[in-house]
């Protein structure tokens, strides 16, 4: 196998809602710097626009994985007719494909939502997302009936789930519930709101649940 200083490990990055790679990329910062040296983040943007009310999109739209109304997201949501998301997981396999292998997945808010599914979907043995864990920052359980299949079951895949005390936009708790969903989540408590944290103790929290899947180890 290969030694410890074998290749750093792979992330896709799933942005949160009314994101997009260049708008994900520019706000971990400091998370692609902690990171250097052990894993790599390679960002995508989700399928779809998000209707903008004035031309803030510009060249750079924001997007998101599904909408729980037409045109509109709220994860607290139960929504009846759910949109987007089977376009949302055929993204994340023709990623897996044109760029990989990859090791594991980094989502925030929405895109940890979409992760966690993804997660779902490889512990049942879907062969087209071959990851082996995931990061969750800011993550929920979609509240939609129809999504409400990939929860039924615990998802034995391994998991690190961060979640922030004074997050305004996913509060902590709907984080912690989706961490029940896993089998041996870990789960990380940061004292910010709702953003990928990146200082010294969370630093240290990743770094060692990434060890766990050091290449050749």
Do not use: N
Not at 59 to 69: K, N
Not at 152 to 165: N, Q
Not at 173 to 186: C, D, K, T, W, Y
């Amino acid at each position: 196998g290969a030694m410890s200083g074998g290749r750093p490990l792979r992330l896709l990055g799933l942005h949160g809602y009314r994101q997009s790679e260049r708008r994900f990329r520019q706000r971990i910062g400091a998370l692609r710097k902690a990171l250097r040296g052990r894993a790599e983040l390679v960002v995508i943007s989700a399928p779809h626009t998000v209707p903008v009310d004035e031309d803030d999109g510009g060249d750079d739209p924001p997007r998101g994985w599904w909408f729980s109304g037409p045109g509109t997201f709220e994860a607290g949501e139960e929504a009846a007719a759910p949109a987007g998301l089977e376009e949302s997981l055929s993204a994340v396999a023709a990623a897996l494909k044109k760029h990989g292998p990859f090791d594991g997945l980094l989502g925030f808010s929405q895109g940890a939502a979409l992760a966690a599914m993804v997660c779902a979907l490889r512990a049942r043995g879907d062969p087209r997302f071959p990851v082996a864990f995931a990061i969750l920052v800011a993550g929920f359980a979609s509240r939609a009936p129809a999504h409400g299949h990939f929860y039924r079951e615990p998802i034995s895949l391994p998991t690190l789930h961060v979640v922030g005390d004074a997050d305004a936009v996913i509060a902590a708790s709907l984080s912690r519930e989706l961490a029940q969903h896993f089998v041996e989540p870990v789960v990380l408590t940061h004292p910010g709101g709702h953003f990928v944290p990146a200082a010294a103790p969370q630093k240290k929290a990743y770094l060692d649940f990434l060890d766990r899947f050091c290449p050749g180890q």
